[in-house]
T-cell receptor, first 116, second 111 residues
Framework: AQKVTQTQTSISVVEKTTVTMDCVYE???????LFWYKQTASGEIVFLIRQDSYKKENATVGHYSLNFQKPKSSIGLIITATQIEDSAVYFCAMREGIGDNSKLIWGLGTSLVVNP | NAGVIQTPRHKVTGKGQEATLWCEPI?????VFWYRQTIVQGLEFLTY????????DSGMPKERFSAQMPNQSHSTLKIQSTQPQDSAVYLCASSLQGEQYFGPGTRLTVL
């Protein structure tokens, strides 16, 4: 069965440091796609970064990067040089199949608080 | 680009009343998704359309919930005879090539 698990409920860090958020997934498909989104205090859900299962290189966008460990079914999100405005809930999600469009399966989220 | 538009932003209904939620996807996006978010269940998939055709409604409660996409510029989610357990934030997302982009959501409160 498809499943996405985020074990960290909340993390608190000091700004300008690096934080890693964990995510593990379960799938029977050989081709799948992994995403990280963040939800701000206003409720807005924003796409951050994506990793396609067939790509060996870890994705990087701005100060977000991924640690993709396929044998462990793990896709960690790394945020470097954290800023106060990075405070949000971060969701890991998975999409199966080869088509571009199908439903996302979500983790329960990790709340990140960045303190001055 | 205005992003995904959802109306209303907030809706309060009495138990047993009907609620219709509207979504306008990003122009040119071929897929539209509906999700529901609650504190207890988190984000749950409800249904999605591709090129206006219903593709997967496996997350939709079989009774009382229905969704339509009559044209490429809007989709509706209708809940008949609303119940308190339907209270949630209903999110619409659209997609062109993989990433889904979300609207601000409609917060439905059923009294």
């Amino acid at each position: 069965a498809q499943k996405v698990t985020q074990t960290q409920t909340s993390i608190s860090v000091v700004e300008k440091t690096t934080v890693t958020m964990d995510c593990v997934y379960e799938t029977r498909d050989s081709s799948y796609f992994l995403f990280w989104y963040k939800q701000t205090a206003s409720g807005e859900i924003v796409f951050l970064i994506r990793q396609d299962s067939y790509k060996k290189e870890n994705a990087t966008v701005g100060h977000y990067s991924l640690n993709f460990q396929k044998p462990k079914s793990s896709i960690g999100l790394i945020i470097t040089a954290t800023q106060i405005e990075d405070s949000a809930v971060y969701f890991c999600a998975m999409r199966e199949g080869i088509g571009d469009n199908s439903k996302l399966i979500w983790g329960l989220g990790t709340s990140l608080v960045v303190n001055p | 680009n205005a992003g995904v538009i959802q109306t209303p932003r907030h809706k309060v209904t009495g138990k047993g009343q009907e609620a219709t939620l509207w979504c306008e996807p990003i122009s040119g996006h071929s897929a539209v998704f509906w999700y529901r978010q609650t504190i207890v269940q988190g984000l749950e998939f409800l249904t999605y359309f591709r090129n206006q055709a219903p593709i997967d409604d496996s997350g939709m409660p079989k009774e009382r919930f229905s969704a339509q996409m009559p044209n490429q510029s809007h989709s509706t989610l209708k809940i008949q005879s609303t119940q308190p357990q339907d209270s949630a934030v209903y999110l619409c997302a659209s997609s062109l090539q993989g990433e889904q982009y979300f609207g601000p959501g409609t917060r439905l409160t059923v009294l």
